[in-house]
């Protein structure tokens, strides 16, 4: 992997959506012509063009994998990793709680801890399983978290802040862990770049 | 191409695009060749997902080019339209024309 100065997190984004058969060389181009544009315009204004070619062609990818039918495969293994992720979430919760700390305040330190980290394993299987997987677990995360804030499962009072960082770090867990992995990896692979 | 089967409207641009620019051209010159002559704002995913559909269907063939500092050690995908390409657009165009040929029409007026 290597983005040159391009966006790297956009890089990654499209490396993570756009089917095998022509990312490299999509990627090329938006590169190429990011480079071009950095000659001409301020590097403001082509992050902006790269961002925005990014975040359109990463919908496009989507909506056409839906219409096509691929989702059905990420989504059935979305599934499966989503069931070994929440089970083992509840043994975790089970064992806190039982054995490690029984008081509520602690409860609620690390609830967190052990929400992210199974998001972070769950999004690391799947997009090694495939990429459609890990977004597609993305989505269910988000999903089970936004209807457990709704039913208002947490018998422990919190702030709101508390319920809505579960709803945006969840999901992130499961898209960046991946990357930030795959970053890693590439920086010990390469150390001279 | 079959009959009755028309080629898409993002499909149909793009083929054009490519036909223009000969002897072939990659994802992000046919994004601005589009861009230039329409105006549209493609982006590049659509257009490789449209290249990579036409390439199935054998409208387009592609081959791969050297890769390049520039594009960060990647090698470029140049496309060319291939002789059912060029049929799928004759036919495309005779639809059109035979569908636009007749009584005057409302768009004529305006």
């Known amino acids: 992997m290597r983005y040159d100065s391009a966006p790297a997190l956009a890089c990654w984004l499209l490396e993570s959506v756009v089917p095998a058969r022509y990312r490299e060389a999509m990627l090329g181009d938006l590169i190429e012509e990011y480079n071009l544009r950095t000659k001409s315009a301020s590097p403001l204004t082509a992050s902006r063009w790269f961002w925005s070619q ?6 496009f990818t989507v909506w056409s994998s839906l219409r096509s039918g691929n989702w059905l495969i990420s989504m059935s293994i979305a599934s499966g990793v989503y069931i ?5 979430k509840l043994t975790a919760d089970l064992m806190i709680s039982k054995l490690v700390a029984p008081q509520q305040a602690t409860q ?52 709101w802040w508390y319920e809505f960082g ?5 999901p992130l867990a499961v898209l960046i862990t991946p990357a930030l992995i795959g970053l890693l990896m590439a920086g010990t692979a390469q150390p001279g770049k | ?20 620019l000969d002897g072939g051209a990659h994802g992000m010159i046919v994004r601005r060749e589009i861009e230039k002559r329409t105006g549209r704002n493609i982006s590049i995913g659509a257009v490789y997902a449209t290249l990579e559909r036409l390439e199935a269907k054998g409208y387009v063939s592609s081959f791969t080019g050297e890769p ?12 060319r339209v291939e002789a059912a390409g060029n049929r799928a657009l004759q036919i495309s165009e005779q639809t059109i024309r035979s569908m636009k040929a007749g009584p005057r029409n409302r768009w004529e007026s305006i």
Request: proline fraction near 3%.
């Open chain 1, 54 to 59: 990014a975040c359109r062609s990463i919908a």
């Open chain 1, 84 to 88: 070994v992720m929440a089970i083992l």
């Open chain 1, 108 to 159: 609620v330190v690390l609830a967190p801890v052990v929400f992210l980290s199974a998001a972070a394993i769950g999004g690391c299987v799947a997009a090694r399983a495939r990429r459609g997987a890990m977004i597609s677990l993305a989505l269910m995360v988000m999903i089970t978290v936004a209807v457990s804030i709704e039913r208002k499962v947490c018998a422990i009072p919190v702030p």
């Open chain 1, 166 to 170: 579960f709803l945006i770090l969840g």
């Open chain 2, 1 to 20: 191409m079959k009959r009755g089967e028309l080629l898409g409207s993002l499909e149909h641009i793009i083929l054009l695009a490519l036909a223009r």
């Open chain 2, 68 to 79: 390049t500092a520039e594009r960060g050690g990647r090698a470029k995908r140049l496309f």
